[in-house]
């Protein structure tokens, strides 16, 4: 295996055991399991199984089958293969801990050093590469808050314009925060909008002028409540480049779960995954619905395998507007987070293709913080392109580092400085520590 490659299977399994392993803790009202493979039917699909089926002679078989098969084979280059003995597992469980403890990671907020981010834009636009370009510079910050001065999750918003036509609408996240772009949706001659916010039959509204960059409502509404409802789905590439297999997760991180079990809220997390490759692969993407179940996701995802691709860029397009849609995100009173994991750009050539660019815009509709983690090999496009998705939605841009021989360091070749620079299991307990404690007044 490659070490990029190795890296890149690293980081999967880092981020998805580190983000499920610290936020499932038993719910004070438990959620129905849930879950399962899911198509456009809104049927369990287990098609996703097929490729590895197929490649093994066992055609037409039913998951249980891989099931009950999987004590005795592992994934290796999206194929199965029996392991040599059960020492070598463990030997190869004991190096991925030690591997995983020493991947490290940055992050930049665009929306936070907005100047910095202003200037990479017009620097991107000159080195002329492809992107669907989004107008942004005319940010506005909406805050929402109840009389008590607490934020307000996901109340909703809606941007009307002088005729009283709907242009579009978003939900606020745990920090009573969503983000409008005049320019995307105004004509020129529109000098000023309205703003209609409403949670729980409360209401409030007013024109407000163009040139605003920061507007706070009240709202006579209660902040969330306990426990806080937490949806965390991963869209993963799983193409041939993103890794030769698909690593098993490690037990659970004691000390992460610690950390985040100290939180002033345990959080009723859920969990759901979205897969994709490109055209012309055995698929092209494949959801996986919420579920509380940590087991029982913990498990499909071990029998998902990395396989096609071909060409550089993926279908992202396809898997990031399906991970929004299929899956039944919560959305009320639901603090909700969405980590893309790849390595390349989305394809922006394919007809009759989604665009990542109007999506982006979906999920401020449902109040979906969008966090991309840049994989081993993402070049310049692809970072800008997830570096879009990041900061329309409100999220950071993950990556990780690297020092000397590729090993982990604190070294970037992306287009940002002044980052900071932690293990990747301190930067995502962070990410997940200050999502639920805005509520609480307690930003960290």
Same mark, same amino acid.
């Given at each position: ?178 983000? !409008?772009?005049? *320019?995307?949706? @105004?004509? #020129?001659?529109?000098?000023?909008? &309205? =703003? ?5 039959? /409360? ?116 898997? !990031?507007?399906? *991970?929004?849609? @299929?899956? #039944?995100?919560?959305?009320?009173? &639901? =603090? ?5 994991? /790849? ?102």
């Amino acid at each position: 295996m490659s070490a990029r490659n190795k890296t890149n299977a690293i980081l999967i399994v880092s981020l998805i055991t580190i983000l499920v392993t610290a936020c499932s803790f038993p719910s004070a009202d438990p959620t129905p399991a849930g879950g399962g493979w899911i198509n456009w039917d809104g049927e369990p699909d287990d098609s996703i199984l097929t490729s590895v089926l197929e490649k093994t002679g066992i055609s037409g078989a039913s998951a249980p089958v891989l099931e009950s098969a999987s004590a005795d084979m592992a994934y290796d280059e999206g194929m199965l293969f029996e392991e040599e003995a059960p020492a070598s597992a463990g030997s190869m469980e004991h190096e991925r801990t030690q591997q995983n403890s020493m991947l490290r990671a940055g992050s930049v907020d665009d929306n936070e050093k907005w100047d910095d981010y202003l200037l990479y834009r017009l620097q991107f636009a000159d080195w002329g590469y492809a992107a669907h370009d989004v107008p942004v510079t005319d940010r506005v910050i909406f805050h929402v808050v109840t009389t008590g001065g607490s934020p307000v999750l996901a109340a909703g918003i809606t941007i009307k314009d002088a005729n009283g036509h709907t242009l579009t609408s978003m939900r606020t996240h745990s920090n009573g925060e969503a983000l !409008f772009f005049p *320019a995307a949706f @105004l004509s #020129e001659n529109d000098q000023s909008y &309205t =703003v209609q916010v409403e949670k729980d039959g /409360a209401e409030t509204g007013r024109q407000v002028d163009r040139s605003s960059r920061t507007e706070t409502f009240t709202l006579d509404s209660s902040a969330a409540g306990n426990p806080v409802r937490l949806d965390i789905q991963f869209l993963i590439d799983v193409t041939g480049s993103m890794s030769d297999e698909i690593l098993q997760l490690k037990d659970n991180m004691i000390e992460i779960s610690e950390a985040i079990s100290r939180l002033p809220s345990n959080p009723e997390a859920r969990f759901a995954m979205t897969i994709y490759r490109d055209r012309g692969d055995e698929f092209v993407s494949r959801s996986f619905d919420f579920t509380p179940d940590v087991a029982f996701f913990t498990s499909e995802l071990e029998k998902v395998s990395a396989d096609g691709g071909g060409d550089y860029p993926e279908s992202l397009n396809e898997g !990031f507007h399906n *991970a929004l849609i @299929l899956p #039944e995100w919560r959305v009320e009173n &639901t =603090v909700s987070l969405l980590f893309v994991i /790849a390595d390349a750009p989305p394809h922006l050539d394919y007809p009759q293709d989604y665009d990542y660019a109007e999506d982006i815009f979906e999920a401020n509709v449902r109040g979906i913080k969008v966090f991309p983690i840049a994989s081993s090999g993402l070049d310049d496009q692809g970072e800008y392109i997830l570096r879009q998705m990041a900061q329309i939605s409100g999220g950071k841009f993950l990556f990780l580092t690297y020092g000397a021989d590729g090993a982990p360091g604190d070294e970037t070749t992306h287009h940002v400085d002044d980052y900071s620079v932690l293990s990747l299991d301190q930067l995502v307990v962070q990410i997940v520590t200050e999502e639920l404690a805005a509520m609480e007044g307690q930003q960290q």
